[in-house]
């Protein structure tokens, strides 16, 4: 099984991803919220670019979701902070959620066969949907405005740990950054909050007063819940 | 004092060299070459892009070095392996030298204030004539036709490490890159060469019958050698 690990977005080549299982990864914050989201029962999250689409794709019910530079965007119903989406306030519900990068690894995407989202709150769950898929893998570092973010790069490291140990190290063949994000991965593991508040976005979000975010997002393979992309939404992998 | 990692020569962006120091690692094999040739009494090595600038280039009794694809230039005098550049065979020449990534480095890092050669063999060595300089630091991993390598990410690890030691940790404010790189090292330190083996480059150069390279490229801090930009060609710099 080959497996590749693209640094950041703008790395990401949308040929490339044809007949295989690309995996997203926004720890800080898109893909850890989607997780909560769909693991607290929000029926689906409809991942869009712009402020504009969200408003013009929501229908009655359908809640908003989103920030710009790390802020909730105003007159949405939430921001990015995964701690938002709880079972009351999105059971049932359908969510629209703009953010800058997570949402653009997303669509970039779509040309593979599986679309999944992954994060360190549920690497292991989404490396054994990978696996099921059968078929290569590429997992998106989505980054920050096309550089490479740090989490994003050690949740890389955890999923190949992860797929190491269901598929068998020696029947992985891992490109080079690949290779690099997995040692990185096995050399932070046991200090990641800290790892988490070094990074650009960790201190970004730390000075915002988000570090409970930061908390929530640091915890490693929390969740069995693995969203994965149906038409243009993603939606809970049935486990 | 700021230092920034850059995973390829395609990332690397020109303008944001200016006043600084720029350090080129291309450990497989060109910067290590190049140390190598200095380090043996050549006079000076010319990096050129093309295979013609290097013939056009030629003086009597300069000797022409290079690769393509990996292999020596039909009617060059030497490959891109260190061990070929021997002391009775450099001593007081002048080589130009093409190579693919390299060689693209150092062009690409002319407007800096200073371009220094990194390679693991001279990794402790080219951390301290960078803090020496003063300014602020971008170590650009060469890669291979703008893709990471994962041999020249480890050395900036080492570099970071190198220069951690002398300035102090706390005092350096890295980018996220760098600090994967610095976890990937100390992660893989101490397996080293097993690590080149695995890798992209390593695997094609082994195959290629060049373990012994491997080898040698793989020793770190084996010398304080290091080569800086001198206008167009990099000389040994005082010590």
């Given at each position: 099984m080959q497996i590749d690990v693209v640094a950041n977005i703008g790395e990401a080549r949308t040929d490339e991803f044809i007949h295989k299982t690309v995996i997203v990864i926004d720890v800080l914050r898109a893909t850890s919220t989607m997780i909560a989201a769909l693991?607290?029962?929000?029926?689906?999250?409809?991942?869009?670019?712009?402020?504009?689409?969200?408003?013009?794709?929501?229908?009655?019910g359908d809640l908003l979701?989103?920030?710009?530079?790390?802020?909730k965007i105003p007159g949405f119903d939430f921001g990015n902070s995964p701690n938002e989406y709880t079972r009351s306030a999105v059971q049932g519900k359908r969510i629209i959620l703009t953010t800058t990068n997570g949402t653009r690894?997303?669509?970039?995407?779509?040309?593979?066969?599986?679309?999944?989202?992954?994060?360190l709150t549920n690497g292991g769950a989404c490396a054994k949907a990978a696996v099921n898929f059968k078929r290569d893998i590429v997992?998106?570092?989505?980054?920050t405005q096309d550089v490479f973010s740090l989490e994003d790069g050690l949740c890389a490291g955890l999923i190949l740990e992860e797929i190491g140990k269901i598929a068998g190290v020696k029947n992985l063949a891992i490109n080079d950054f690949g290779l690099a994000m997995r040692s990185c991965y096995a050399q932070a593991k046991d200090t990641l909050l800290d790892t988490l508040l070094m990074c650009a976005n960790g201190k970004r979000l730390s000075k915002l007063g988000f570090q409970e975010d930061l908390v929530t997002c640091a915890k490693v393979n929390d969740t069995i819940h693995v969203p994965v992309l149906d038409r243009d939404q993603m939606v809970l992998l049935p486990f």
């Open positions: 693991g607290n029962g929000c029926k689906a999250v409809v991942p869009v670019e712009t402020v504009l689409q969200a408003k013009e794709l929501q229908k009655p979701g989103g920030e710009r530079f790390c802020k690894g997303i669509q970039k995407a779509m040309k593979a066969d599986h679309v999944l989202a992954g994060a997992i998106i570092c989505a980054g």
